[in-house]
């Protein structure tokens, strides 16, 4: 199979870095779609820990051919920083492609980004301040900057002029912040023009070019199911398509080329940021559970919100992706519980529902209606098949597996790159 999807289920932080990671040694390409620096993902390569941002997850595979797609925002300097912090750290970047249709993130919108977020008060969506949004809505309200235009000085200039005669309105007047210069932003943005040449490709040929000549092509999401755009929970989502789809228009690939859709979810579930979440935990038994499998956000640091799986969630992302496959990360994380409650419907003022409620105002006032399972005491972080997990462990799965309504085909034990089950081969 040349050309598979690898999406996140849930809010994000399911592990799709690691998941990518592992499949990563036999694909010859992975291309970052959608996103920023706003997502991270933590790869353990032996014993060795790498928190990635920006870069494809693939970079750590030798051999591969990470691309960061048009779909993406990039921040230059996060982006070397990044390199610079790998290279350091003894990692190969020199086949790092770029997109020469990504869009920049300028500074001016990361600051954009911090003092609506301030503004909104108690209506805050809990941004990453990082200036993700607001290069988003300037890519669609067409006054945003793309990587090619680095490499002329004029346009760069005129674009960067176009887009600050409205914004150094919203800072002065609005704001009350001081006017952004143009001069500063096109020096700033020309600094990395020559660094940056080498890596800037047509990622829609390169990519399809790969594909005909029967490569194997890996398409990794930031963000998640339940962050998109379109299909989240608006509007405490991201400002990209973190679905399947978003891999198509995100790399420039027709979707008839796509053969897997892989969704990755964690045994249990978290949440970053505002909005809401059903099956969330609170108090001691939230505590636990964060302290269980190290619920801090990769980018941000901040402590993530807890929760049992939600399989009303879990089936909503097959039917959005079209999930061929689901990876389960962190099942080591429930060893020890005595029970497992997994949520299987939502009740809403009294009425039962098995599917995704269409309005944010019903999903909001969900309540989860649980199924228990036994749980198991053996440590699994050893196990490498599926037979040699604790009864218990195998039941798990296998509910999970008819409450999503798709395959489990990897199941991950523990944080490092070998620290999975593999039941279903789903690359070749």
């Not at 779909?71 to 912090?85: M, N, R, T």
């Amino acid at each position: 199979m040349p050309a598979v999807i690898v999406v996140g289920c849930q809010w994000g932080d399911e592990g799709k870095g690691k998941a990518t990671d592992q499949i990563g040694a036999d694909v010859d390409l992975v291309v970052k779609f959608n996103g920023g620096n706003n997502a991270g993902h933590t790869v353990v390569v032996d014993g060795e820990k790498y928190a990635l941002h920006l870069l494809p997850a693939g970079i750590l595979s030798t051999g591969v051919t990470p691309i960061i797609g048009n779909g993406v925002v990039v921040d230059l300097e996060v982006l070397f920083q990044e390199i610079d912090e790998l290279e350091a750290r003894g990692q190969d970047t020199s086949k790092l492609r770029l997109s020469a249709n990504a869009h920049l993130i300028p500074s001016y919108n990361r600051m954009m980004d911090r003092v609506t977020e301030k503004f909104l008060g108690k209506r805050q969506l809990g941004t990453t301040g990082r200036g993700i949004g607001p290069t988003y809505a300037d890519k669609m309200n067409r006054i945003g900057l793309r990587v090619q235009d680095l490499f002329d000085e004029s346009i760069l200039r005129q674009k960067i002029e176009g887009a600050l005669t409205n914004k150094n309105h919203l800072f002065t007047k609005v704001f009350n912040k001081a006017a952004v210069a143009v001069d500063d932003i096109v020096q700033e943005l020309l600094a990395y023009a020559e660094r940056i040449r080498p890596m800037v490709v047509d990622c829609s040929l390169e990519v399809n070019s790969a594909l005909d000549e029967g490569k194997v092509v890996l398409f990794e999401a930031g963000q998640a199911t339940m962050l998109d755009i379109d299909h989240g929970t608006y509007p405490f989502v991201t400002s990209s398509n973190a679905t399947a789809g978003g891999a198509c228009t995100g790399a420039g690939v027709g979707p008839t080329r796509i053969d897997a859709v892989v969704g990755v979810t964690k045994a249990y579930t978290t949440r970053v940021g505002e909005g809401p979440f059903p099956t969330e935990l609170f108090g001691d038994e939230g505590e636990e559970l964060r302290a269980r499998g190290g619920e801090f956000g990769v980018t941000t640091g901040r402590p993530r919100r807890t929760g049992w799986f939600d399989a009303v969630v879990g089936r909503y992302a097959t039917r959005v992706n079209g999930l061929t496959d689901l990876v389960v990360t962190k099942l080591d994380v429930l060893t020890g519980y005595e029970q497992i409650p997994v949520c299987v419907a939502y009740e809403v003022d009294g009425v039962r529902f098995d599917e995704m409620p269409m309005d944010q105002t019903s999903f909001h006032h969900a309540k989860p209606i649980y199924e228990y399972l036994p749980g198991w005491s053996e440590d699994i972080s050893q196990v490498r098949e599926f037979s040699q997990l604790p009864v218990n462990a195998q039941r798990y799965i296998e509910f999970l597996e008819e409450v999503s309504k798709v395959r489990v085909s990897v199941i991950g034990v523990g944080p490092g790159r070998e620290a999975a089950i593999v039941r279903h081969e789903f690359l070749r």
